[in-house]
């Protein structure tokens, strides 16, 4: 089981950017996969989870310039940063689990549980310049 984040990079406010991860080693039909970031002086935040039926959910803070989405393979997960401000400057994870814990309409439980994944990306690092 692994998991490999990329597309950070440097960019400025107001821009975009596409970070992908791909999960290998699980099986396609209960994969949990989200992205959480580390943002300095920060604690870890939940960005976007999704769920092995590919519900998604994204955190009520970035859901108004963030989306995330599962390729046609099921073993990636996209977050589309529109819009991008100089905090979301950190270093973002891509996790993932054998399966969620909460489902359904509580899917976003998993926002607030990073111990619920075993597995984790190295993280990739957005900076956003103002």
């Known amino acids: 089981e692994k998991v490999v984040e990329s597309g950070g990079g440097s960019v400025q406010s107001g821009g975009s950017l596409r970070l992908s991860c791909l999960a290998s080693?699980?099986?396609?039909?209960?994969?949990?996969m989200a992205w959480f970031r580390h943002a300095p002086d920060s604690e870890r935040e939940g960005l976007a989870v999704i769920d092995y039926e590919g519900n998604v959910v994204v955190a009520d803070s970035v859901k108004d310039r963030f989306t995330a989405s599962r390729g046609d393979d099921k073993d990636s997960f996209y977050l589309q940063m529109d819009d991008v401000k100089p905090e979301d400057t950190g270093t973002y994870y891509c996790a993932a689990a054998t399966f969620c814990v909460y489902g359904g309409t509580l899917l976003a439980r998993e926002l607030t549980r990073p111990d619920d994944f075993n597995s984790w990306g190295k993280g990739t690092q957005v900076t956003v310049s103002s």
């Open positions: 080693g699980y099986s396609r039909s209960t994969t949990c």
